[in-house]
Structure formats: C-alpha cells, structure tokens
C-alpha cells in the first residue's frame, strides 16, 4: 500500500519518517559541509552556496516545514554546490532529490548534472534522459 505526502510519490505507509530522515541527512551533511570549510568567504559561488545552505536549514527547521519548499531549497543547494566545484555534496543532495521525489524531473537533472560532474557520463546521460523524459511526460 502506498500513501501520497506532499508529493512525495510511492511512499509506503510508515515511510514518512524516512522522507523525514532524508531531508534531515541531507542538511546535516550540508551543516558538515559549512563546519569544515575555511574561514574565508572564497568566490561568489562559495557564497551563494552559504547562502543556499542557509535557505534550506530554515525552511527545514520551520515550525511546520512546507515540504515543496524544502524540496526547492535542496535543488539550489545541489545547483549551488555544483557551481561552486563541490562535487560530493553535489551529489549527495541529488540523490536525496531522487530518492525524496522520483517523478521529480528537476532531481533527475540535477543527479545528471552532477554525475557529469563527477565524469560518470553513463549514469550521467541515463539520468539527464530520464529527467527529459519526465518532461515530457509532464508537459503532454
């Protein structure tokens, strides 16, 4: 039996807390991130990465977090990290994107984007492709 959450799809009934445990995983890890940088505020795209971290600890931490808002901020956490050469976060986050949304065509382009990035151009294409192919689906 399967149960919608916001739109989370396909989520079995209990797995909300998974749901729950991802995002929270996610912005650990992103905290992490931030506690073993350098002191210095580094280039633009280092501090839009701050700055995107910081959307999605508040949007996460919200008395009732709105889940499509901490969905959105996990994506420009993704895009940020990409921009700013942090691979593995990158990645990370992206496959948090996935596994939170897997219809989500935003995720999959973004775990795309940040296999490329990684030199995984295989598993690169097969995801950009699905990500197109959810487009598509969406726009029809």
């Known amino acids: 039996m399967t149960k919608r959450w916001n739109g989370l799809v396909g989520l079995r009934a209990g797995s909300v807390a998974r749901a729950e445990d991802l995002s929270t995983a996610c912005v650990r890890e992103c905290a992490r991130h931030l506690a073993a940088r350098p002191g210095d ?3 633009l795209a280092d501090v839009s990465l701050v700055a995107a971290i910081g959307a999605l600890v508040a949007e996460h931490t919200e008395l009732c977090p709105d889940e499509d808002a901490v969905f959105e901020a996990l994506l ?5 990290a990409l921009a700013a050469g942090e691979g593995r976060l990158a990645r990370r986050v992206a496959d948090s994107t996935v596994a939170l949304r897997s219809r989500s065509a935003a995720a ?7 296999l490329r990035a990684a030199g995984r151009e295989t598993e690169a294409v097969e995801a950009l492709g699905r990500g197109l192919s959810l487009r598509r689906r969406v726009a029809a």
Do not use: F, I, P, Y
């Not at 420009?76 to 940020?80: L, N, T």
């Not at 999959?108 to 940040?114: Q, S």
């Open 108 to 114: 999959w382009e973004l775990r795309g984007r940040a």
């Open 76 to 80: 420009a956490v993704g895009a940020a």
């Open 41 to 43: 505020a580094g280039s």
